[in-house]
């Protein structure tokens, strides 16, 4: 018997398998390859592409529109930095949490201030932080010798956190000028800016008005230039229920009385601070008491 070279069937079937698969893979890459080359040579030749130019819109082979492009706002109160045209020197922020529910079900805070800044850019414009405020009235701008600076108009831009104020004339430079704002606030509970806070002593809740100002958030409590940079010296004034204690980063200069909605309401102010960063500015309205004298 003559001799020979003999393969099993399973070593032949999968020899086989692996032959069919090597060649179906060859075929699904040219078809592949073909359409890619088919589809560059379209766009090399004018055929439709995927994108438009800039401020145009066009639509694709599929049938899917293209939005066009939106050019980027140069306007300033578009832009996440102030401008350097105006300088604060200093707020005088005045405050009344109130610690009850309002009708609406919130807490709410009222506030009044007055910042104090130089101009040393001429501007036509005003651009402060402030973020979820609710103004009572117009903001008022007034030149140092107490003279009305026109407002022509007056905006809010949620993105950027902006107050933006449009005047009639421009600021001078080296003069100095100070804006009066009366506004409304929510104490929510989200450890941001002038917030609430609440915890139970003996079954009962407890409710607190505090502030949490790093980095960005003093803007919540009351307009302000609100980049660190930007220092300034604050006078804080806090107005509160008798039963309560007020405090900031300040010793109390007096506490006074008055009666506000028919009930009697105290009147701390706060000696002047020393010039800071926004973020530094804290207070608190509250029930704690001193536990103690000790010094560091």
């Known amino acids: 018997m003559g001799k020979g070279f003999y393969v099993s069937k399973l070593v032949a079937f999968v020899t086989i398998f692996f032959a069919?698969?090597?060649?179906?893979?060859?075929?699904?890459?040219?078809?592949?390859?073909?359409?890619?080359?088919?589809?560059?040579?379209?766009?090399?030749?004018?055929?439709?592409?995927?994108?438009?130019?800039?401020?145009?819109?066009?639509?694709s082979g599929t049938g899917t529109t293209l939005k066009p492009t939106t050019p980027a706002s140069n306007e300033p109160w578009d832009k996440f930095r102030l401008p350097k045209s105006l300088i604060p020197d200093h707020y005088?922020?005045?405050?009344?949490?109130?610690?009850?529910?309002?009708?609406?079900?919130?807490?709410v805070f009222?506030?009044?201030?007055?910042?104090?800044?130089?101009?040393?850019?001429?501007?036509?414009?005003?651009?402060?932080?402030s973020n979820k405020l609710n103004y009572n009235s117009?903001?008022?701008?007034?030149?140092?010798?107490?003279?009305?600076?026109?407002?022509?108009?007056?905006e809010t831009v949620v993105r950027t956190n902006y107050l933006?104020?449009?005047?009639?004339?421009?600021?001078?430079?080296?003069?100095?000028?100070?804006?009066?704002t009366d506004f409304i606030g929510e104490l929510a509970d989200d450890l941001a800016g002038f917030y609430r806070s609440e915890y139970v002593e003996d079954g009962v809740?407890?409710?607190?008005?505090?502030?949490?100002?790093q980095a960005p958030d003093a803007r919540k409590a009351f307009p302000c230039f609100d980049e660190p940079a930007m220092k300034a010296t604050f006078t804080i004034t806090l107005r509160y229920k008798p039963n309560y204690?007020?405090?900031?980063?300040?010793?109390?200069?007096?506490?006074?009385?008055?009666?506000?909605?028919?009930?009697?309401?105290?009147v701390t102010v706060f000696n002047k601070t020393p010039k800071m960063s926004t973020y530094l500015v804290a207070f608190i309205v509250s029930e704690f008491k001193s536990v103690g004298n000790a010094k560091v």
């Open 20 to 59: 069919i698969a090597a060649v179906a893979t060859i075929i699904a890459l040219a078809v592949v390859y073909s359409n890619e080359k088919s589809n560059n040579n379209k766009v090399e030749n004018g055929g439709a592409t995927s994108a438009a130019p800039q401020g145009t819109s066009s639509t």
């Open 92 to 107: 005088d922020v005045d405050l009344r949490p109130v610690l009850e529910k309002n009708a609406q079900g919130l807490y």
């Open 110 to 129: 009222h506030g009044k201030s007055v910042a104090h800044f130089r101009c040393v850019e001429s501007t036509n414009l005003v651009i402060i932080h």
């Open 138 to 154: 117009k903001p008022v701008l007034k030149d140092d010798a107490g003279k009305d600076i026109t407002i022509t108009k007056n």
């Open 164 to 180: 933006v104020l449009h005047l009639a004339e421009n600021l001078q430079t080296g003069k100095t000028y100070q804006l009066h």
């Open 205 to 213: 809740t407890k409710v607190i008005a505090t502030t949490q100002m």
């Open 245 to 266: 204690v007020a405090l900031s980063n300040m010793d109390p200069s007096s506490t006074t009385t008055e009666t506000w909605n028919g009930a009697q309401w105290s």
